[in-house]
């Protein structure tokens, strides 16, 4: 049997509890009060205009109960607004606020720069090796079902 050490599953686990562990270190340390979901969420907002509730689920890969309830406590911060669709009078649509555009542009440098320490003893060739393989699993992993 394969140690656990060496399984991929529990080395995905591991792995993302030291993206969050970072994240929220050094959002912390810059000054910000933002966790990784809510940073996701508010660079989906920023590259995806005009979309709801449950494309910025898919967007950010959580469920749509979490989703809501991030939507819910970006709002309170006045990072977003929900909006009436033009399209559907039921639909709200998401947007970034000013203050969450702001926001956005203050924070995305400190994410960028956080990315190599999260795969920190990797070189170069490594570490775009590793983004590539990620990238195709999760990638194939999302289409598991889609048939």
Known sequence: MTPLSKKPGHLIRRLHQISTQVFTLRMREAGFDLTSV????????????????????????????????????????????????????????????????????????????????????LDDREYRQFVELAAKAAAIAGDLGED
Request: net charge positive; proline share 1%; no cysteine.
């Open 38 to 121: 809510q940073f996701a969420a508010l660079d989906a907002l920023g590259s995806n205009l005009g979309v709801d509730q449950a494309r910025l689920a898919e967007l950010v890969a959580k469920d749509r109960a979490t989703t809501g309830a991030v939507v819910d406590r970006l709002e309170q911060k006045g990072l977003i607004a929900r909006n009436v669709s033009a399209r559907d009078k039921r639909a709200r649509v998401l947007a970034l606020t000013q203050e969450g555009s702001a926001l956005l542009a203050l924070v995305s440098p400190v994410v960028e720069d956080l990315q190599r320490e999260i795969l920190r003893g």
